[in-house]
């Protein structure tokens, strides 16, 4: 098998195993993948370096694919209804500068895919004494990162209206720290509540507008 075969083989492969196993990590996704191509069930003789995987964007190119042959229109309507849920979200959690990062930002929502929001505060209990008036049901968790040479602990509140929703603590000075995206490496998509806002009216106007008539979401019961 020459070397663009074999990538393509191993994207399309780590694709299907994050859209219909879950798989939540590329890295997981692309070994399990060589694994169950060419490990011990595969072809005997075949051999693969690290550098003969496929990049992260090869396999989300791939899952993409995958997205529109099996949910087609149904995709754009999850999207709606995400970006909704999202938009409301955020309006309540104003105090904490609420921005929309990951697929709901991007447009590459998925079946299984989250709302994934960063959130600032300088006190965890101060802001999950927050959602619990609110009267949501949360749970924190933490989660150690590799930064540089350093590890590093954050705090995550996971809830969900429908879809998961998960909130990344971060202090307020980290507001104005650029990520970085692990599919391409340019600067991660963050939006502010009036920036989704501007984007639902260019790409959803007349569900957007039927939403702000009667606060209805157009398709939410698909999903309920």
Known sequence: MKKLELRESLALEAARLMYEEGVEQYFDAKRLAAKRLFGGQGEKNMRYRPQDLPSNG?????????????????NQVRLFVMRVIAFETMNALIPFKPRLIGSVSTGHVRKGSDIDLHVFTESLEDI??????LGWRFKTKQVTVRVSNDYKDYSHIHC????PIEL??????DIRVTQRSSTDGKPIIRLKPAALERLMNEQ?????????????IEGIDLFQ
């Open 58 to 74: 090869e396999i989300q190119a791939a899952l993409r694919q995958i997205v529109q042959y099996s949910e087609g229109e149904l």
């Open 204 to 216: 959803h106007h007349s569900e957007w507008e039927n939403y702000l008539a009667t606060g209805e």
């Open 160 to 163: 969900k209206r429908i879809f």
């Open 168 to 173: 990344s603590i971060y202090s307020y000075d």
């Open 128 to 133: 999950e004494t927050y959602i619990e008036q």
